[in-house]
T-cell receptor
Framework: GAVVSQHPSRVICKSGTSVKIECRSLDFQATTMFWYRQFPKQSLMLMATSNEGSKATYEQGVEKDKFLINHASLTLSTLTVTSAHPEDSSFYIC???????????FGPGTRLTVL | GENVEQHPSTLSVQEGDSAVIKCTYSDSASNYFPWYKQELGKRPQLIIDIRSNVGEKKDQRIAVTLNKTAKHFSLHITETQPEDSAVYFCAASKEGGSEKLVFGKGTKLTVNP
């Protein structure tokens, strides 16, 4: 089946620093990648939709200047949390869509802790 | 936009019993309804999905039903086992799943031995 990886799996950073999370589709080309955030004991909330070669589409209430998304190739999308604060601590999960299968495949997630 | 409601938020059953989780959606344009199982700290795993051109789908102990008129769909797990214990999420999407997924709030299922 289609495999999506994320790196890093866990990251701890100081308040005010920036953190980059990578999402890769390993065995298929992903024309679209989605970034979700999940707070403890809550559901997945879509942050943005990322299409290869174009600007990401952000959901209402998500600051595009704080959460920078780059989808430079058909197998890689990155999410950069800029000037991170403790309230940004969360589980960030990406998913990638295979155009051929019309299904989304989730990455393993990245646990971000901001001190 | 789409809004997905999920009930119950917690469900506790005895091993061997059946479990039913229900979801409603608001956007009649949604046509793809997946169900995910998520264990603590792990990614959501697709367990079954249904598209709007069918009313029911079954895979061993798991089944999903869809009522397009009423805009609701349900997950049925029969002969539950302790390893079924997890958080289950329903979701809805347009364009057969190629669009963004809108998730329900989740149901924590506990299967007691």
């Amino acid at each position: 089946g289609a495999v999506v990886s994320q790196h890093p799996s866990r990251v701890i950073c100081k308040s005010g620093t920036s953190v980059k999370i990578e999402c890769r589709s390993l065995d298929f080309q992903a024309t679209t990648m989605f970034w979700y955030r999940q707070f403890p004991k809550q559901s997945l909330m879509l942050m943005a939709t990322s299409n290869e070669g174009s600007k990401a589409t952000y959901e209402q209430g998500v600051e595009k200047d704080k959460f920078l998304i780059n989808h430079a190739s058909l197998t890689l999308s990155t999410l950069t949390v800029t000037s991170a604060h403790p309230e940004d601590s969360s589980f960030y999960i990406c998913s990638a869509r295979s155009g051929a299968l019309n299904e989304q495949f989730f990455g393993p997630g990245t646990r971000l802790t901001v001190l | 936009g789409e809004n997905v409601e999920q009930h119950p938020s917690t469900l506790s059953v005895q091993e061997g019993d059946s479990a039913v989780i229900k979801c409603t959606y608001s956007d009649s344009a949604s046509n793809y309804f997946p169900w995910y199982k998520q264990e603590l700290g792990k990614r959501p795993q697709l367990i079954i999905d249904i598209r709007s051109n069918v009313g029911e789908k079954k895979d061993q102990r798991i089944a999903v039903t869809l009522n397009k008129t009423a805009k609701h769909f349900s997950l049925h797990i029969t002969e539950t086992q302790p390893e079924d214990s997890a958080v289950y999420f329903c979701a809805a999407s347009k364009e057969g799943g190629s669009e963004k997924l809108v998730f329900g709030k989740g149901t924590k299922l506990t299967v007691n031995p």
